[in-house]
């Protein structure tokens, strides 16, 4: 609830529509609880290895090929393997725990 104060006005608006959303996410969530932390972990280093292998095979020649190099590596090579070893951690201790 502090955090939900401390949050601007206008992301109050959001909240009705995220409690309403929040029974659908459930059983996607109960899903995901069943994926072990080995294979999120693994998928960390395939989303690593798919973006270096993107960075090596895509020449970088114009300023498209670098943008698209520069966002294999933000997506592949960073934002999906930092979820998928923080979702193993989280899945270790829930599961652990």
């Known amino acids: 609830m502090i955090l939900l104060e401390a949050a601007a006005p206008e992301a ?4 009705p529509k995220i ?3 929040a029974p659908g996410a459930l059983p996607l969530l109960g899903a995901a609880i069943q994926i072990s932390p080995g294979t999120l972990q ?3 280093l395939a989303s ?3 973006a270096a292998a993107g960075v090596y095979i895509i020449p970088d020649e114009t300023t498209v090929q670098i943008a ?3 966002l294999l590596v ?5 934002a999906a393997p ?4 923080i979702g ?7 599961t652990k725990g």
Do not use: F
């Open 12 to 15: 109050l608006p959001l909240l």
């Open 19 to 21: 409690v309403e959303i």
């Open 42 to 44: 693994a998928a960390a």
């Open 48 to 50: 690593v290895l798919a």
């Open 68 to 70: 698209a190099q520069t």
């Open 74 to 78: 933000g997506g592949l090579g960073v």
């Open 82 to 85: 930092a979820a998928s070893i």
């Open 88 to 94: 193993a951690g989280i899945l270790t201790k829930i």
